[in-house]
């Protein structure tokens, strides 16, 4: 009888929990505002402690702050702050864990005419006492590589003669002097989106410092390794700390050819450099084993000149002229790559280049998949591979303590942004929690995770796509459907983080995001089938997806809408003048002139990539491949998504183009303009900028696919009334 009593107790108990849970709510685009991102995790030498970098809007909403971060591997405490920020970022622990090497950003200075904050390199003692800096160069230091046994530290600094002639006769002033603001140009590739122009006066050279043992202690000089018109990177020590391995491309006009890879190396203490070794592959992410005897990277062969090319995993002797191997050229995988969302930590770029095993007989890297980024191990002699982590995830970084009992990933998945995990090699596969950065803001939303699908295109070509349903899905309902549509071209979706596909859904629209022909993660013949055919077969593909869904019976067919970004936007353009079946389109950053594009791009089309030959050689095929050609046989509603500083789609050769022809043959068009924003703005844009692009795309597929009436796009201002018409009532 009492135990009947009890039951009744717990159920009355349990039912009344029940109804005063709180409901979760959809995701909103406002809620970026409340994200947290972390980057650039480092696991400690003894593999007890993470150390990271946490970003975070800052309070005025306009731009990102980042502190450092610190976690215990164990998982038994919590994660504590150990700087201040508001720019901090790149945290590189010194060899006996003792020590932290990082860059601090000042914030801005509130003076008119102020030269922007230069990042110095700063030292934090885990000992006890504040950080302090340790570089005070002009135009900053960054980049720090400690030397094997902690008493030095190689970094990066693009101050030239010039520059510290200035600061040594006039110490912690600024200079009075005129500096000119003309740009003479004189090379093709002058500009970088993103960074603006190019500055070949000043390449970034390598430095080494000898560490001060306390705030109090007076830092040395630096001393400045490298000289000359060229710059220098990815320092690696030597293990017995004698010299420093870098890479350098010297050549002023690497445009004109493929050229191979260089390493060089330095004296440690100054001195000529020496040429170690010329590979005939791009290449990147050097890492040296543990006795100093071999080299690991990530290349693709230069020839022959493909528009994709699949990175291998390579080693190589550490002797001078060695010759390479590429140990995973039978492998399909993609060494080094990974899956595109819009989360990654927007101002912590962490550094996952391969790491050898403490033996020396394995490497372990970052690998992509079918839409999959994981960690692999492979046998440094036959290449043969092991997973080290697997699932529906995308690791993004990873780490490895010094005996390399400890691995620790960033991992994002299409309903977590990115977390810290550690890695039970014990157990392959399985991963520990160490951090919930966005543990509050996410057990407040209703938040699913997508659907796979494969479905077969018109040649027989299996197509991997993912179908996100809105998080209140019914079954019986035929949704509005949004075609979303990824960039690169040769990139891929895939079980990662994005906000726009979760807040489309939020809005009520099935999004259907495919990885047509010419994505990345199913090998270099699928990757590289677009090569000049594009855009083409891959809008095919896109279609057979659309086809799928309109089958299956979820979606309504007259409710179709497509957006896509970049190269996305090029399909998105290209499937209008196609098509009549979208209710509604809207392109961002894209391209509507392949001519236009191949002369202001920031990188030159000079190698037959995707082109066989310059516009005015074979102007034809630049004519048949561009939407602009056939912008007549538009009649899909379209908006138009342009940042103004966006120099990798200049918008005077997308959506300008489109924008212009369409108003001459009164379609309905918009163009939606973000001032200073470059090509980055759906991934690191300002935060409002970032919500305001979600808002207007959601606003143009609502018009047109839901009916409702959104005022801002129409020729004429609303009236007060706060109704608005759409551009079809014009």
Known sequence: ???????????????SFAQDAPKKRSITEKDLFAFTWVGDAQVSPDGSQVVYVQVTVNSKQEGYDTALWLVPTSGAEAPHRLTSGPGDSSPRWSPD???????????????????????????????????????????G???????????????????????LAKAKARPGERSMEHESDVHVITRAQYRNNGGGFSDPKHPGHLWVLDVPASPEQRPAEPTQLTKGPYSE????????????????VRVPEPYYDILPTDLYSVPASGGDFTKVLTIDASGGGFSLSADGNHFAFIGALNKPVYSYRQADLWTVDASINAIAKDITATSDLNVGGGVGGDQRAPRAPGNSRPVWTPDGTGIIVIVASKGRANLERFDAATGKSTPVTSGDQDVQEWSASRDGSKLVVIVSTPTNISDIFVVDQSNPGALKRLTDVNAKLFSQLNITPPD???????????????????????????????????????????????HEIQWMAAKGYIVLYPNPRGSTTYGQDFGNIIQYHYPGDDYKDLMAGVDELVKKGVVDPKK???????????????????????????????????????????????????????????????????????????????????????????????????????????????????????????????????????????????????????????????????TGSSLDDN
């Open 560 to 722: 179709l809408g497509v957006t896509g970004g970049s190269g996305g936007g090029v399909l998105t353009n290209w499937t209008i003048t196609r098509t009549d079946r979208f209710a509604a389109a809207v392109s961002q950053r894209s391209i509507a002139d392949w001519s236009g594009f191949w002369y202001t791009a920031d990188f030159t089309l000079f190698q037959p990539t995707w082109f066989k030959a310059p516009p005015w050689q074979d102007p034809t095929d630049y004519t048949a491949r561009s939407p602009i050609t056939n912008i007549d046989r538009v009649k899909t509603p379209l908006m138009l998504i342009e940042g103004d500083a966006d120099l990798r789609t200049p918008p005077a050769d997308g959506g300008e183009q489109m924008f212009r022809a369409l108003k001459y043959l009164k379609k309905p068009v918009v163009m939606v303009r973000f001032p200073g924003e470059s090509h980055e703005l759906s991934r690191s844009g300002q935060p409002w900028h970032r919500i305001e692009r979600l808002e207007h795309i959601v606003n143009w597929f609502d018009i047109y696919l839901q009916g409702k009436k959104v005022p801002g796009y129409e020729v004429l201002p609303t009236e007060a009334t706060g």
């Open 141 to 163: 230091a960054g980049g720090a590589v400690w030397s094997p046994d902690g008493r030095r530290i190689v970094f990066s600094n693009s101050a030239n003669p010039e520059d």
């Open 452 to 498: 796979e699908m494969w479905y077969t295109s018109f040649d027989g070509k299996k197509i991997q796509a993912w179908v996100q349903k809105p998080p209140d899905y019914d079954p019986k309902v035929k949704y509005p459907m949004i075609l979303n549509i990824h960039g690169g071209p040769h990139a891929a979706y895939g079980w990662t983080f994005d």
């Open 233 to 248: 990177g990815g320092p690696i020590w030597a293990p017995d700390g004698s010299k420093i391995y870098f890479s350098s």
């Open 1 to 15: 009888m009492r135990f009947r009593s009890f039951l009744v107790f717990f159920l009355i108990v349990s039912v």
């Open 97 to 139: 864990g003792k020590r932290l090497a990082f860059t601090r950003t000042p914030a801005p200075s509130a003076t008119p005419g102020a030269p922007p904050p230069s990042p110095q390199i700063w030292l934090l003692s885990f000992t006890g006492g504040d950080p302090w800096p340790i570089t005070s160069l002009p135009r």
